[in-house]
Nanobody, 123 residues
Framework: VQLQASGGGLVQAGGSLRLSCAAS????????MGWFCQAPGKEREFVAT????????YYADSVKGRFTISRDNAKNTGDLQMDNLAPEDTAIYYC?????????????????WGQGTLVTVSS
């Protein structure tokens, strides 16, 4: 599976962005996917994950109620809708896919990674 994330940019606090992840490869539709972020000087951390069918999702406490993960297996895409953004959300966001079909918040469970897209939230 090859992944390419897009949709990052500069937004004011309280604004919204929608990140997209385009996947190639026949196994994407049977793979769970996730979003992770890495802020400057910090380690990469979990944001959200969705099962292969889209029927199960799980979020980091810091984004729960503000971010929504979704996917469209027919289009081989996955999205992360980010609302009510705050300056502390500033980071590079990565989409990832794992060979398992169930959700996981562990980055080491993911074998495939996109290149990352930068989200900057100004105060």
């Amino acid at each position: 599976v090859q992944l390419q994330a897009s949709g990052g940019g500069l937004v004011q606090a309280g604004g919204s962005l929608r990140l997209s992840c385009a996947a190639s490869g026949r196994t994407f539709s049977s793979s769970a996917m996730g979003w992770f972020c890495q802020a400057p000087g910090k380690e990469r951390e979990f944001v959200a994950t969705i099962s292969w069918s889209g029927g199960n999702t799980y979020y980091a406490d810091s984004v729960k109620g503000r971010f929504t993960i979704s996917r469209d297996n027919a289009k081989n895409t996955g999205d992360l809708q980010m609302d009510n953004l705050a300056p502390e959300d500033t980071a590079i966001y990565y989409c990832a896919a794992r060979t398992g079909s169930s959700v996981s918040s562990g980055q080491y469970d993911y074998a495939y990674w996109g290149q990352g897209t930068l989200v900057t939230v100004s105060s």
